[in-house]
């Protein structure tokens, strides 16, 4: 294991020190587990699904066709005639 050495200000060293009392662990392993916990989601970026990117979206949109899905002629007719 290797060791690394990060400045905090006063208030958050005492914040780390009481939530690593309070869980009953080192303040070290405190601080490991709080970068474990935050370091892979991005890292796995390139892996991740389009869904679970744009999953915050869903639901977003207000307005627009309710039945777009079952009726998509009638409101796509004509999309990309343009290209033709």
């Known amino acids: 294991m290797s060791t690394t050495r990060t400045q905090l200000p006063r208030d958050l060293e005492t ?3 009481q939530a690593a009392r309070h869980l009953g662990i080192s303040r070290e392993r405190f601080v490991r ?3 474990t916990a935050h370091l892979p989601p991005a890292l796995q970026d390139q892996r991740r699904s ?3 990117l744009s999953r915050d ?3 977003s949109v207000t ?3 309710r039945d777009l899905a079952r009726h998509e002629k009638k409101y ?3 999309y990309g005639a343009w290209r033709r």
């Open 33 to 35: 587990e709080a970068l």
């Open 76 to 78: 796509l007719g004509g």
């Open 63 to 65: 307005g627009g066709p």
């Open 57 to 59: 979206l869903c639901g």
């Open 15 to 17: 914040q780390v020190g």
């Open 50 to 52: 389009f869904y679970e």
